[in-house]
């Protein structure tokens, strides 16, 4: 895709992040399996199912927009989520583990909070109010996400890692 105007960059964009997301809810499940703590599961259970709405109103802006939903690689959420498969893969006691997964994670929801934001803005620019308000919506889903991984990060599964040394 040629990128000739603010528009083409957002329309660029919400490809890579549709990729972004769809690759995240690949990946989620293999995470859950690894998970030990209850809290930490459940939360990332109830994000799972948070990121297949943001699949949804993803492919509910490209409607908007008259265009189909695309997939251009998300090759920093390839990235991303690889590594983070990597230290989760390491042999570790289960709460070391947990805290490397809370770490994974959260890479994830900053790289999709700056994306979101970006994007969010351009549509802001764009005059594209609804999808703006959609972009917005899963932007606070995800730095509530983030949120609830530091809480249970601070709270307790670092807490509880730091006593396995």
């Not at 990729?19 to 599961?41: D, F, G, M, W």
């Not at 799972?48 to 695309?70: C, D, N, P, Q, Y």
């Not at 230290?87 to 929801?109: F, L, N, W, Y």
């Not at 764009?126 to 990060?153: M, N, P, V, W, Y």
């Amino acid at each position: 895709m040629k990128l000739e105007s603010l528009h083409d960059l957002y329309l660029s964009e919400l490809s890579d992040l549709y990729s972004a997301e769809q690759q995240i809810v690949k990946a989620l499940p293999k995470v859950i399996k690894h998970t030990e703590s209850p809290e930490l599961r459940e939360a990332l259970e109830n994000h799972l199912e948070e990121t297949r709405g943001h699949v949804e109103r993803l492919e509910s802006i490209f409607e908007m927009h008259g265009e189909s939903a695309t997939r251009t690689k998300c090759k920093g959420m390839e990235g991303v989520l690889a590594e983070g498969d990597e230290m989760i893969g390491k042999d570790a006691p289960a709460a070391v583990r947990d805290a490397a997964i809370i770490s994974a994670c959260q890479r994830v929801e900053h790289y999709e909070i700056a994306a979101y934001g970006t994007v969010r803005t351009y549509a802001e620019q764009l005059g594209h109010e609804k999808a703006a308000t959609l972009l917005q919506e899963t932007l606070e889903e995800e730095r509530a996400a983030d949120e609830k991984l530091t809480s249970l990060a601070e709270e307790r599964i670092n807490v509880e890692a730091t006593r396995t040394a």
